[in-house]
């Protein structure tokens, strides 16, 4: 990075953070690292950002704002078993494409603040519309949807920090996933 003295902005900070931590992993974030890159002394990012604590919410809003936008590419004109592959691989490649800003994700509560919440909703519905070709009630796609977020964000993060003991096999793995999870679906349907 640059210690070239650059006029910045939140956006900007959110900028360096998010390329820091997909190079290096969401540890070598810091405030510090950050002023340093940007040629400025640590106080002037407090114009910013309130601390480490808000640079992770908006890294983690802007991991969920892109992989929304992959997560609903993936599903148009797909339906049933092939829009949840899609979406399975969708989150998969963001997660190797953005391994520490995705990492932010895991940094800040679930619930407790609107714009995070609100994040997880539009995952969550994303989700939702991939399972719309199921003949199930809204309330179990609901269920269903949330189940998925779960089986492909843990599937993704073991992947991300080498926490699966056949790396190899993964391909054939998370095809598995899927096939087994669209099962389940196919016995709830009516």
Not at 18 to 26: C, L, P, R, T
Not at 96 to 104: D, E, F, V
Request: net charge negative; aromatic share 4%; with cysteine.
């Amino acid at each position: 990075m640059s210690t070239t003295r650059q006029r910045l902005n939140r956006s900007i900070v959110v900028d360096r953070a998010a390329v820091i931590a997909d190079a290096e992993g969401i540890d070598a974030v810091t405030l510090s690292r950050i002023a340093h890159d940007a040629g400025v002394k640590q106080p002037a990012l407090y114009r910013h950002v309130s601390g480490i604590e808000e640079l992770w919410m908006l890294l983690s809003l802007r991991a969920r704002d892109l992989l929304v936008e992959q997560l609903s590419t993936a599903v148009q004109n797909q339906s049933r078993e092939q829009a949840v592959l899609s979406v399975a691989h969708a989150w998969r490649a963001f997660v190797r494409q953005h391994p520490g800003l995705y990492s932010a994700t895991d940094r800040v509560p679930s619930v407790g603040d609107a714009d995070v919440e609100l994040s997880l909703t539009r995952v969550v519905a994303v989700l939702t519309s991939a399972l719309n070709g199921y003949a199930i009630s809204e309330s179990q796609r609901a269920h269903c949807a949330r189940s998925l977020r779960s089986a492909l964000h843990g599937f993704c993060v073991l992947e991300k920090d080498n926490g699966h003991p056949e790396p190899y096999a993964l391909d054939t793995s998370l095809q598995q996933l899927v096939e087994l999870f669209c099962r389940g679906i196919e016995t709830l349907e009516s």
